[in-house]
Protein backbone atom coordinates (compact mmCIF):
# COMPACT_ATOMS: atom_id res chain seq x y z
CA UNK A 1 0.00 0.00 0.00
CA UNK A 2 2.79 2.54 0.86
CA UNK A 3 5.79 0.53 0.29
CA UNK A 4 5.85 0.98 -3.48
CA UNK A 5 6.89 4.89 -4.24
CA UNK A 6 9.89 4.67 -6.60
CA UNK A 7 12.25 7.83 -5.10
CA UNK A 8 14.13 10.67 -7.41
CA UNK A 9 17.62 10.39 -8.34
CA UNK A 10 18.78 12.49 -5.47
CA UNK A 11 17.00 9.97 -2.70
CA UNK A 12 18.89 7.22 -1.65
CA UNK A 13 18.39 3.95 -3.53
CA UNK A 14 18.53 1.82 0.04
CA UNK A 15 15.53 3.96 1.08
CA UNK A 16 12.52 2.34 0.02
CA UNK A 17 14.17 -1.34 0.81
CA UNK A 18 14.79 0.32 4.49
CA UNK A 19 11.23 0.90 4.81
CA UNK A 20 10.13 -2.43 3.57
CA UNK A 21 12.51 -4.14 6.21
CA UNK A 22 10.76 -1.77 8.93
CA UNK A 23 7.46 -2.53 7.48
CA UNK A 24 8.42 -6.37 8.06
CA UNK A 25 9.28 -6.31 10.97
CA UNK A 26 6.89 -4.26 12.41
CA UNK A 27 4.31 -6.92 10.88
CA UNK A 28 5.86 -9.81 12.76
CA UNK A 29 5.57 -7.76 15.94
CA UNK A 30 1.59 -6.58 15.34
CA UNK A 31 1.38 -10.65 14.47
CA UNK A 32 2.86 -11.42 17.88
CA UNK A 33 0.43 -9.23 19.50
CA UNK A 34 -2.90 -10.79 18.38
CA UNK A 35 -1.14 -14.47 18.55
CA UNK A 36 -0.10 -13.48 22.29
CA UNK A 37 -3.48 -11.16 22.55
CA UNK A 38 -5.31 -14.80 21.84
CA UNK A 39 -3.80 -16.77 24.40
CA UNK A 40 -3.74 -14.09 26.97
CA UNK A 41 -7.89 -13.77 26.44
CA UNK A 42 -8.48 -17.49 26.18
CA UNK A 43 -6.41 -18.04 29.83
CA UNK A 44 -7.91 -15.12 31.59
CA UNK A 45 -11.76 -15.66 30.36
CA UNK A 46 -12.14 -12.40 28.69
CA UNK A 47 -11.36 -10.28 25.63
CA UNK A 48 -8.27 -8.37 25.18
CA UNK A 49 -8.58 -5.61 22.69
CA UNK A 50 -11.04 -2.95 23.63
CA UNK A 51 -14.46 -3.33 21.38
CA UNK A 52 -14.22 -0.52 19.26
CA UNK A 53 -10.71 -0.74 18.35
CA UNK A 54 -11.26 -3.96 17.35
CA UNK A 55 -14.09 -3.69 15.36
CA UNK A 56 -11.95 -0.73 13.96
CA UNK A 57 -9.10 -3.50 13.31
CA UNK A 58 -10.94 -6.26 11.44
CA UNK A 59 -12.83 -3.02 9.69
CA UNK A 60 -9.61 -2.07 8.12
CA UNK A 61 -7.58 -5.15 7.47
CA UNK A 62 -10.97 -6.27 5.51
CA UNK A 63 -11.04 -3.06 3.40
CA UNK A 64 -7.21 -2.54 2.65
CA UNK A 65 -6.65 -6.17 2.09
CA UNK A 66 -9.54 -6.64 -0.05
CA UNK A 67 -10.06 -3.16 -2.10
CA UNK A 68 -6.87 -1.11 -1.67
CA UNK A 69 -3.33 -3.25 -0.84
CA UNK A 70 -1.70 -4.30 -4.21
CA UNK A 71 1.04 -6.07 -3.20
CA UNK A 72 0.63 -9.66 -2.47
CA UNK A 73 2.62 -9.18 0.40
CA UNK A 74 0.41 -6.81 1.78
CA UNK A 75 -2.40 -8.58 0.78
CA UNK A 76 -1.18 -11.73 2.79
CA UNK A 77 -0.19 -9.94 5.66
CA UNK A 78 -3.75 -8.07 6.05
CA UNK A 79 -5.37 -11.55 5.53
CA UNK A 80 -3.06 -13.25 8.67
CA UNK A 81 -3.98 -10.02 10.90
CA UNK A 82 -8.03 -10.70 9.70
CA UNK A 83 -7.73 -14.46 10.42
CA UNK A 84 -5.82 -13.76 13.95
CA UNK A 85 -8.81 -11.36 15.19
CA UNK A 86 -11.34 -13.49 14.31
CA UNK A 87 -10.74 -15.47 17.74
CA UNK A 88 -10.31 -11.71 19.23
CA UNK A 89 -13.74 -10.69 18.34
CA UNK A 90 -15.29 -14.14 18.97
CA UNK A 91 -14.23 -13.28 22.57
CA UNK A 92 -16.09 -10.08 22.92
CA UNK A 93 -19.13 -11.32 21.16
CA UNK A 94 -19.45 -14.38 24.08
CA UNK A 95 -18.29 -11.95 26.84
CA UNK A 96 -21.12 -9.01 26.44
CA UNK A 97 -21.79 -7.70 23.25
CA UNK A 98 -23.18 -10.08 20.84
CA UNK A 99 -24.48 -8.16 17.98
CA UNK A 100 -23.09 -5.05 18.75
CA UNK A 101 -19.96 -6.04 17.84
CA UNK A 102 -21.16 -6.48 14.50
CA UNK A 103 -22.95 -3.66 14.21
CA UNK A 104 -19.46 -1.13 14.94
CA UNK A 105 -17.72 -3.80 12.53
CA UNK A 106 -20.57 -2.43 9.80
CA UNK A 107 -20.23 0.84 10.39
CA UNK A 108 -15.90 0.91 10.98
CA UNK A 109 -15.78 -0.77 7.62
CA UNK A 110 -18.04 2.12 6.11
CA UNK A 111 -15.84 4.81 7.00
CA UNK A 112 -12.45 3.01 6.19
CA UNK A 113 -13.58 2.06 2.52
CA UNK A 114 -15.17 6.01 1.96
CA UNK A 115 -12.23 6.98 2.71
CA UNK A 116 -10.11 4.72 1.11
CA UNK A 117 -12.12 5.33 -2.44
CA UNK A 118 -12.42 9.26 -1.71
CA UNK A 119 -8.50 9.57 -1.94
CA UNK A 120 -7.76 7.43 -4.66
CA UNK A 121 -10.65 8.85 -7.00
CA UNK A 122 -9.43 12.23 -6.24
CA UNK A 123 -6.02 11.42 -6.56
CA UNK A 124 -4.95 12.98 -3.32
CA UNK A 125 -1.72 13.83 -2.63
CA UNK A 126 -0.54 13.08 -6.06
CA UNK A 127 2.40 14.97 -8.10
CA UNK A 128 5.26 14.17 -5.45
CA UNK A 129 7.04 11.94 -7.74
CA UNK A 130 5.97 8.87 -6.40
CA UNK A 131 5.32 6.03 -9.04
CA UNK A 132 3.36 3.51 -8.07
CA UNK A 133 1.38 0.18 -9.84
CA UNK A 134 -1.93 0.24 -12.19
CA UNK A 135 -3.26 3.00 -12.78
CA UNK A 136 -2.97 4.76 -9.28
CA UNK A 137 -2.38 8.45 -8.82
CA UNK A 138 -3.04 9.18 -5.49
CA UNK A 139 -0.37 9.25 -2.85
CA UNK A 140 -0.55 5.52 -1.09
CA UNK A 141 1.67 6.28 1.07
CA UNK A 142 0.11 9.04 3.08
CA UNK A 143 -3.42 7.40 2.51
CA UNK A 144 -1.30 4.23 5.04
CA UNK A 145 -0.41 7.37 7.26
CA UNK A 146 -3.68 8.76 7.93
CA UNK A 147 -5.80 5.41 7.96
CA UNK A 148 -2.85 3.57 9.97
CA UNK A 149 -2.58 6.50 12.43
CA UNK A 150 -6.59 6.85 12.88
CA UNK A 151 -6.07 3.00 13.90
CA UNK A 152 -3.34 3.94 16.59
CA UNK A 153 -4.43 6.40 18.43
CA UNK A 154 -7.83 4.94 18.90
CA UNK A 155 -6.25 1.71 19.97
CA UNK A 156 -3.65 3.24 22.00
CA UNK A 157 -5.65 5.58 23.99
CA UNK A 158 -8.67 2.49 24.40
CA UNK A 159 -6.24 0.23 25.47
CA UNK A 160 -5.18 2.40 28.78
CA UNK A 161 -8.42 3.66 29.32
CA UNK A 162 -9.55 0.13 29.11
CA UNK A 163 -6.67 -0.96 31.80
CA UNK A 164 -7.72 2.00 33.83
CA UNK A 165 -11.07 1.11 34.21
CA UNK A 166 -10.72 -2.25 34.67
CA UNK A 167 -8.51 -2.50 37.32
CA UNK A 168 -6.79 -5.97 36.32
CA UNK A 169 -4.37 -7.31 33.80
CA UNK A 170 -6.89 -9.85 32.97
CA UNK A 171 -6.18 -10.28 28.49
CA UNK A 172 -3.20 -8.21 28.68
CA UNK A 173 0.57 -8.75 29.32
CA UNK A 174 3.84 -6.90 29.19
CA UNK A 175 4.32 -9.61 25.87
CA UNK A 176 1.47 -7.95 24.42
CA UNK A 177 2.08 -4.38 24.84
CA UNK A 178 5.63 -4.90 23.58
CA UNK A 179 5.04 -6.22 20.84
CA UNK A 180 1.91 -3.65 19.65
CA UNK A 181 4.18 -1.08 20.82
CA UNK A 182 7.75 -2.11 19.19
CA UNK A 183 5.28 -3.20 16.23
CA UNK A 184 3.74 0.18 15.74
CA UNK A 185 7.20 2.57 17.00
CA UNK A 186 9.29 0.32 14.06
CA UNK A 187 6.59 -0.56 11.37
CA UNK A 188 4.86 3.17 10.99
CA UNK A 189 6.60 5.69 12.82
CA UNK A 190 10.36 4.69 12.03
CA UNK A 191 8.97 4.85 8.78
CA UNK A 192 7.25 8.21 8.59
CA UNK A 193 10.09 10.08 10.32
CA UNK A 194 13.25 8.48 8.03
CA UNK A 195 11.15 9.31 4.98
CA UNK A 196 10.60 12.57 5.84
CA UNK A 197 14.15 13.20 7.08
CA UNK A 198 15.65 11.61 3.60
CA UNK A 199 12.72 12.41 1.27
CA UNK A 200 11.12 15.29 3.17
CA UNK A 201 9.43 16.83 -0.75
CA UNK A 202 7.62 13.30 -0.87
CA UNK A 203 6.55 12.97 3.14
CA UNK A 204 5.58 16.90 3.59
CA UNK A 205 2.53 15.40 5.92
CA UNK A 206 5.07 13.63 8.24
CA UNK A 207 4.71 16.30 10.94
CA UNK A 208 1.39 18.38 10.14
CA UNK A 209 -0.19 19.63 13.30
CA UNK A 210 -2.19 17.11 13.48
CA UNK A 211 -0.64 14.17 12.38
CA UNK A 212 2.08 15.12 15.25
CA UNK A 213 -1.17 14.88 17.65
CA UNK A 214 -1.86 11.70 16.38
CA UNK A 215 1.04 10.02 16.82
CA UNK A 216 2.48 11.72 19.51
CA UNK A 217 -0.98 10.97 21.43
CA UNK A 218 -0.51 7.34 20.44
CA UNK A 219 3.35 6.96 21.72
CA UNK A 220 2.49 9.13 25.04
CA UNK A 221 -0.35 5.90 25.80
CA UNK A 222 1.87 3.50 24.71
CA UNK A 223 4.40 4.12 27.07
CA UNK A 224 2.23 5.13 29.71
CA UNK A 225 0.60 1.64 29.48
CA UNK A 226 3.32 -0.22 31.22
CA UNK A 227 3.64 2.06 34.63
CA UNK A 228 -0.43 1.73 34.84
CA UNK A 229 -0.05 -1.98 34.23
CA UNK A 230 2.75 -2.61 36.82
CA UNK A 231 0.89 -0.66 39.58
CA UNK A 232 -2.34 -3.15 38.93
CA UNK A 233 -0.50 -5.79 38.70
CA UNK A 234 0.43 -5.93 42.26
CA UNK A 235 -3.28 -5.25 43.56
CA UNK A 236 -5.29 -7.27 41.31
CA UNK A 237 -6.74 -10.84 42.58
CA UNK A 238 -6.52 -13.96 40.60
CA UNK A 239 -9.95 -16.05 40.69
CA UNK A 240 -10.56 -19.81 40.61
CA UNK A 241 -11.49 -19.97 37.44
CA UNK A 242 -8.27 -18.25 35.78
CA UNK A 243 -9.27 -15.08 35.38
CA UNK A 244 -8.56 -11.62 37.34
CA UNK A 245 -10.45 -9.22 38.94
CA UNK A 246 -9.22 -5.51 40.48
CA UNK A 247 -7.86 -5.53 43.98
CA UNK A 248 -10.19 -3.12 45.13
CA UNK A 249 -13.06 -4.92 46.46
CA UNK A 250 -16.21 -3.23 46.40
CA UNK A 251 -18.04 -2.90 49.90
CA UNK A 252 -21.84 -3.20 49.97
CA UNK A 253 -24.46 -0.22 49.33
CA UNK A 254 -27.48 -1.67 50.96
CA UNK A 255 -28.68 -1.14 54.19
CA UNK A 256 -27.87 -4.33 56.80
CA UNK A 257 -30.81 -5.98 57.63
CA UNK A 258 -31.87 -6.89 61.05
Not at 2 to 26: K, R
Not at 92 to 115: K, N, P, R, T
Not at 152 to 171: P, Y
Request: proline content about 5%; charged content about 15%.
Amino acid sequence: MGSQGHPPPHVSPYLIPAHDLLLQIGGFCWTLCYILSIRAASRNKTYSMPLFALANNLAWEAVYGLFVAEQLLERLVFTIWLVLDIPLAYAVVVAEFGEDSCGMIVLAAWGHYAFATWWVKERVGGGRGKRYPGDLEADMTELAYWSVGANQVHGSVAALVQLAIRGHSGGVGWGIWASRTIGSVVGAEAVWVSGWYFWPEGFPYVFNPFGVFIWATALACDLAYPILLWRIRKTERMLSDGSKASGEIQKPTGKKMR
